[in-house]
């Protein structure tokens, strides 16, 4: 009997070493911050179900460990987003932090990046400066320079040369208004009014009576992701789309989530953007069939493709790293090329901003449903913002 005891005790000690060694093989973790509440809560639900679509689709296994996806709701409060940050990188001691439905929220968390070296990969938010707010910041989704000068490229060939500018007035907004003025200004065209909205509770009544008395040729609209439906609809109550004003936009208008169901109002709405659920490639029809299948028959927006490819480039990082974070992991996201459902894309190895197809795109009816056809295309747009 004492016997028996003692050699329980022998294979317990003897078990403890065993149990010491789990931690090679602990997960490699990746903090994911995003609105998954709140006015920008859409943007949440489609990156969140993008990553979840790749981590089911690769499950990946780097140096022998598991990677581990934590999700933070933000509920694009930028001190919370901040402050989720800090605890992501010191409590759990992630080795990217990644998501930033909005501007702000990347503004205040880059320099936790910089300051613990950790890379942060941008999935939604587009305002130019933020991969100059830190060096580890990484950006897969795209920038408003990119897409305000692809529509006004496309409005000055077609003979638009009197327009109204409404945007969203913070960073991204601010952005659009700029470049598509520079842009439609130095081809001949020109800006008559420049019209801003809040990005919170947004009221487009009075701005839209401002439009309809400045009776422009087109409106140009950047409003972020999740506003498009509700803003098309005053559109047509007022009767703007009746009144001849041609609606014109960044692609963010015309939101692959909300566009089905925004009705006739949309019909022949033109837009540049960087993806479009539409796009026709066999890597992508295969995307929008795996994502609608895991998704209740959700389409994927820009947000979701945006957060696709970054947990792709973090993962094919992290391959490259052997799971080592900070600056081996940064290094091995920069110059990543590859194909996405947008198409081809790059991560600049010198601004490590995203470098990509900007379509130019139309709203039609296609078996039933909206959907944003592209028809033309400026190649491999590197951010105009940067260019200076
Ligand atoms: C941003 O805050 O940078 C942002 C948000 C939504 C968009 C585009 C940009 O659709």
Partial sequence: MQKRQLLRALAAALALPALGSVHAADPIKIGLILPMTGQQASTGRQIDAAVKL?????????????????????????????????????????????????????????????????????????????TEASPFVVRTSFTLPQAAVAIAEWANKNGIKKVVSLVS???????????????????????????????????????????????????????????GAAFMKQFAERGLDKAGIKLIGTGD?????????????????????????????????KFVEAFKKANNGMRPNFMA??????????????????????????????????????GQMLIDGQTRDVVHDMYVRKVERVGGELQNVEFDAIKAMKDPGKSK
């Fill in 253 to 285: 208008i015309t939101d692959d989530d909300q566009l089905n169901d925004m009705g006739d109002v949309a019909l022949g709405v033109v837009t540049a953007h960087h993806y479009a659920a539409a796009h026709k490639s066999p890597v992508n029809q």
């Fill in 169 to 227: 007035d913070y960073g991204p907004g601010i952005d659009a208004e700029k470049y598509f003025a520079d842009r439609i200004t130095l081809n001949g065209g020109q800006v008559v009014d420049k019209l801003r909205t809040p990005l919170r509770a947004p009221d487009f009544a009075p701005v839209l009576q401002k439009v309809r008395d400045a009776s422009p040729q087109a409106l140009f609209v950047f409003l972020p992701s999740g506003q």
């Fill in 305 to 342: 493709v945006g957060g696709y490819d970054g947990i792709r480039v973090i993962v094919e990082g992290l391959k490259a790293s052997k799971g080592e974070g900070g600056e081996k992991l940064l290094a091995a996201m920069k110059g990543q090329i590859f194909e996405s459902p947008r």
């Fill in 54 to 130: 790749y981590m089911a689709q690769n499950n990946p296994v780097i140096a022998g460990r598991k990677v581990e996806v934590i999700v933070k709701d933000d509920a694009s409060t930028p001190d919370q987003t901040r402050r989720l940050a800090q605890e992501l990188v010191v409590n759990d001691k992630v080795v990217a932090l990644a998501g930033f439905g909005i501007t702000p929220s990347a503004m205040a968390t880059a320099p936790i990046a910089t300051q613990s070296k950790t890379p942060m990969v941008v999935m939604a938010a587009a305002t130019s400066a933020i």
